[in-house]
């Protein structure tokens, strides 16, 4: 007869292709309204827990009174809240989801919704797999711990829970899908450009991707152009906007001024080449996507 406990496959971790994780970790917070010279009403952090997210905009609340606030969510791969804590699907180098449109992940995650509520999972911990010597972010799961999953939810259910917490702030979620570590394509800087429409100047503008790093460094400083390109002052460089984000956070967007791994510094050139031609042209229906 099948033994279940003898043929159990998790004794130990093993590789799959994609890992159920933890996103906890530090909230790498900034505001930009901390920046001296021409402050603007937007942030940045790393994937926040359901409290985390509350904690954030009670302070962007209590200090800036905006009358909106949105959410902005940067992350192509699949990701959720088990018990109010978040959590994704990590594959190597965060790529998980590289191809997929905006509308199949979301399919995706609502399906995972469905499927792990009432369920207990095995939550990974990974580690980089140091036998990768093509010194890319490949991952190995080191250890895992049982989750029992009594309630499921996505980002976007999040942000009416906000709203109620923060009445009469209402609370608005829009997800741009990015590729990590990627510059974003047509589609992602057709949709900021839209919502700088839609956001007014009393609003507030929250930005966040896995880690709160390169995804979020970069629509941060996106935000910046088209929030000073509404003044009539002189804009600065590219390489002075991206010293304004230095300021914030020390994430280097010029990849002249930092060392990328191998594999990463293509992506990080080309990510400054749509940054460079954003800034000069003002518009995005020219630009090529970098995948």
Same mark, same amino acid.
């Given at each position: 007869?099948?033994?279940?406990?003898?043929?159990?496959?998790?004794?130990?971790?093993?590789? +799959?292709?994609?890992?159920?994780?933890?996103?906890?970790?530090?909230?790498?917070?900034?505001?930009?309204?901390?920046? $001296?010279?021409?402050?603007?009403?937007?942030?940045?952090?790393?994937?926040?827990?359901?409290?985390?997210?509350?904690?954030?905009?009670?302070?962007?609340?209590?200090?800036? /009174?905006?009358?909106?606030?949105?959410?902005?969510?940067?992350?192509?791969?699949?990701?959720?809240?088990? =018990?109010?804590?978040?959590?994704?699907?990590?594959?190597?180098?965060?790529?998980?989801?590289?191809?997929?449109?905006?509308?199949?992940?979301?399919?995706?995650?609502?399906?995972?919704?469905?499927?792990?509520?009432?369920?207990?999972?095995?939550?990974?911990?990974?580690?980089?797999?140091?036998?990768?010597?093509?010194?890319? $972010?490949?991952?190995?799961?080191?250890?895992?711990?049982?989750?029992?999953?009594?309630? +499921?939810?996505?980002?976007?259910?999040?942000?009416?829970?906000?709203?109620?917490?923060?009445?009469?702030?209402?609370?608005?979620?829009?997800?741009?899908?990015? +590729?990590?570590?990627?510059?974003?394509?047509?589609?992602?800087?057709?949709?900021?450009? =839209?919502?700088?429409?839609?956001?007014?100047?009393?609003?507030?503008?929250?930005?966040?991707?896995?880690?709160?790093?390169?995804?979020?460094?970069?629509?941060?400083?996106?935000?910046?152009?088209?929030?000073? /390109?509404?003044?009539?002052?002189?804009?600065?460089?590219?390489?002075?906007?991206?010293?304004?984000?230095?300021?914030?956070?020390?994430?280097?967007?010029?990849?002249?001024?930092?060392?990328?791994?191998?594999?990463?510094?293509?992506?990080?050139?080309?990510?400054? /080449?749509?940054?460079? $031609?954003?800034?000069?042209?003002?518009?995005?229906?020219?630009?090529?996507?970098?995948?």
């Amino acid at each position: 007869m099948y033994d279940v406990q003898t043929a159990n496959p998790l004794p130990g971790p093993y590789r +799959t292709g994609s890992y159920l994780i933890s996103d906890s970790g530090p909230d790498n917070f900034r505001s930009a309204m901390a920046l $001296e010279d021409h402050p603007y009403r937007a942030s940045g952090s790393h994937q926040l827990s359901l409290g985390g997210f509350a904690r954030v905009l009670d302070q962007v609340v209590d200090s800036f /009174k905006p009358s909106e606030i949105y959410i902005v969510d940067l992350r192509e791969e699949t990701h959720c809240f088990f =018990n109010g804590d978040p959590v994704s699907w990590y594959s190597d180098n965060d790529f998980g989801n590289v191809g997929q449109d905006r509308g199949w992940i979301i399919a995706d995650e609502k399906a995972r919704l469905d499927l792990y509520k009432s369920r207990t999972t095995q939550l990974f911990t990974i580690e980089p797999d140091l036998s990768d010597d093509l010194h890319q $972010e490949r991952v190995i799961p080191v250890g895992y711990q049982n989750l029992y999953v009594a309630e +499921t939810r996505s980002e976007a259910e999040v942000a009416p829970i906000l709203t109620d917490l923060f009445r009469p702030t209402r609370v608005h979620y829009r997800r741009i899908t990015v +590729t990590d570590h990627c510059a974003p394509d047509v589609r992602a800087l057709s949709e900021l450009q =839209n919502l700088r429409v839609t956001v007014r100047d009393q609003d507030w503008v929250h930005f966040h991707c896995h880690g709160g790093d390169g995804r979020t460094t970069t629509f941060l400083a996106l935000w910046d152009i088209l929030t000073w /390109k509404r003044s009539n002052d002189p804009l600065p460089s590219l390489e002075e906007f991206a010293a304004r984000q230095l300021q914030l956070f020390p994430y280097d967007l010029d990849p002249s001024g930092h060392q990328e791994a191998a594999w990463k510094l293509p992506l990080a050139e080309e990510r400054w /080449k749509v940054l460079g $031609e954003f800034l000069r042209s003002g518009t995005h229906l020219t630009m090529g996507a970098a995948a």
